[in-house]
């Protein structure tokens, strides 16, 4: 019997505890930036403001935790918990891809947060491929079902390809990308998972009337990897040979910056100087999903809370010690290259 979405789903989660499903030979090259260090910031920790506005909603911090799962009751558990979390700290939450509740409405429940999160930016998930199938009154539906505000589109063609039974055609998805951001009455999305934007795709969204995208860059979870993990035979081989694909993170910011997209650096992102970095480098928000959830694994929604506590103190730490009063003072300071990046940024950031 074919796997079904909601045994995938719930076959991710579980390595994703625990399993090496991390980049191994590939790093986000955020080590290779370094913030030029202000000894007389005139700033006190207090004075420092760290709030946004994103997608037409202001956040209390710059963070997302970005989409990771659905369709399974252990997922909704996971969902609500971290909505929840989301909500108490003022940031924004998004969903796993819900493919597996427009293939079975029954499962609509475990996507359904808004009761967690009653203020909270929420965004909805759909694979390209799925949405290019789709009446957009149908990726509507979806959206205004679980009282998203936002819809994002998620782009893996890299996983797809490992994956069993995983997409194959990814044809007509510019096309798809224009008629939902011209269609929706809501903002679209563009998310990455994990392989990277590069600025000739960022200059695509945007021909495409895409306004915000996460570049979601290599160096943090490799789903390649992780469907490596659940292959067999030449699958897994396959997948052994492109497990660190991609563009590291610091290499797809630098790529995307300048092109008019409103950028969201996810992707390895791991400390608060880690969110200070990204933000330097062009980023309006990050996103974060492996770490956040396995602080939530071992020690429950409070144990969640104090990551993004520990989170949000380091930017802070950050921008005093660059003598950045907001985010865009931050999106300002010098910057230190390392030569691994620079190799990146002459080749044409990813181009």
Same mark, same amino acid.
């Given at each position: 019997?074919?796997?079904?979405?909601?045994?995938?789903?719930?076959?991710?989660?579980?390595?994703?505890?625990?399993?090496?499903?991390?980049?191994?030979?590939?790093?986000?090259?955020?080590?290779?930036?370094?913030?030029?260090?202000?000894?007389?910031?005139?700033?006190?920790?207090?004075?420092?403001?760290?709030?946004?506005?994103?997608?037409?909603?202001?956040?209390?911090?710059?963070?997302?935790?970005?989409?990771?799962?659905?369709?399974?009751?252990?997922?909704?558990?996971?969902?609500?918990?971290?909505?929840?979390?989301?909500?108490?700290?003022?940031?924004?939450?998004?969903?796993?891809?819900?493919?597996?509740?427009?293939?079975?409405?029954?499962?609509?429940?475990?996507? !359904?947060?808004?009761?967690?999160?009653?203020?909270?930016? =929420?965004? +909805?998930?759909? %694979? /390209?491929?799925? #949405? $290019? *199938? @789709?009446?957009?009154?149908?990726?509507?539906?979806?959206?205004?079902?679980?009282?998203?505000?936002?819809?994002?589109?998620?782009?893996?063609?890299?996983?797809?390809?490992?994956?069993?039974?995983?997409?194959?055609?990814?044809?007509?998805?510019?096309?798809?990308?224009?008629?939902?951001?011209?269609?929706?009455?809501?903002?679209?999305?563009?998310?990455?998972?994990?392989?990277?934007?590069?600025?000739?795709?960022?200059?695509?969204?945007?021909?495409?009337?895409?306004?915000?995208?996460?570049?979601?860059?290599?160096?943090?979870?490799?789903?390649?990897?992780?469907?490596?993990?659940? !292959?067999?035979?030449?699958?897994?081989?396959?997948?052994? =040979?492109? +497990?660190?694909? %991609? /563009?590291?993170? #610091? $290499? *797809? @910011?630098?790529?995307?910056?300048?092109?008019?997209?409103?950028?969201?650096?996810?992707?390895?992102?791991?400390?608060?100087?880690?969110?200070?970095?990204?933000?330097?480098?062009?980023?309006?928000?990050?996103?974060?999903?492996?770490?956040?959830?396995?602080?939530?694994?071992?020690?429950?929604?409070?144990?969640?809370?104090?990551?993004?506590?520990?989170?949000?103190?380091?930017?802070?730490?950050?921008?005093?010690?660059?003598?950045?009063?907001?985010?865009?003072?931050?999106?300002?300071?010098?910057?230190?290259?390392?030569?691994?990046?620079?190799?990146?940024?002459?080749?044409?950031?990813?181009?």
């Amino acid at each position: 019997m074919p796997e079904s979405i909601s045994d995938r789903k719930r076959s991710h989660l579980e390595l994703c505890e625990g399993a090496p499903v991390e980049y191994a030979g590939k790093t986000t090259l955020l080590e290779e930036v370094d913030l030029v260090h202000d000894a007389l910031p005139e700033l006190a920790v207090d004075e420092v403001d760290v709030a946004i506005e994103l997608l037409g909603k202001r956040l209390r911090a710059p963070l997302l935790i970005t989409g990771m799962t659905g369709g399974t009751d252990e997922a909704a558990a996971v969902n609500q918990a971290l909505a929840r979390v989301a909500e108490a700290k003022g940031i924004a939450f998004g969903l796993g891809s819900q493919r597996a509740m427009h293939r079975t409405p029954a499962l609509a429940h475990t996507f !359904a947060v808004r009761a967690h999160a009653p203020t909270t930016l =929420v965004l +909805a998930n759909i %694979g /390209i491929v799925q #949405a $290019a *199938a @789709l009446a957009t009154a149908e990726v509507e539906a979806l959206a205004r079902t679980i009282g998203a505000d936002a819809l994002c589109v998620h782009l893996n063609p890299a996983q797809e390809l490992i994956q069993a039974g995983g997409d194959r055609d990814f044809r007509g998805g510019v096309r798809t990308l224009a008629r939902l951001a011209r269609e929706l009455p809501f903002p679209v999305v563009v998310k990455e998972t994990g392989c990277g934007l590069s600025r000739r795709v960022a200059e695509r969204l945007v021909a495409a009337g895409i306004r915000t995208a996460d570049v979601s860059g290599a160096g943090g979870t490799s789903w390649v990897k992780v469907e490596t993990l659940r !292959a067999e035979n030449g699958a897994r081989e396959l997948g052994t =040979v492109f +497990a660190d694909w %991609g /563009i590291p993170t #610091a $290499a *797809a @910011l630098l790529a995307c910056r300048g092109t008019g997209l409103d950028l969201v650096a996810s992707g390895g992102i791991r400390t608060g100087l880690d969110v200070a970095k990204a933000i330097a480098l062009g980023a309006r928000a990050a996103g974060v999903a492996l770490p956040v959830y396995r602080a939530y694994r071992d020690g429950g929604e409070a144990a969640a809370e104090a990551f993004i506590d520990r989170l949000i103190a380091g930017l802070r730490t950050a921008m005093v010690l660059t003598g950045s009063r907001d985010l865009d003072a931050l999106g300002h300071v010098p910057l230190v290259l390392g030569a691994r990046l620079r190799e990146w940024v002459l080749a044409g950031g990813g181009a």
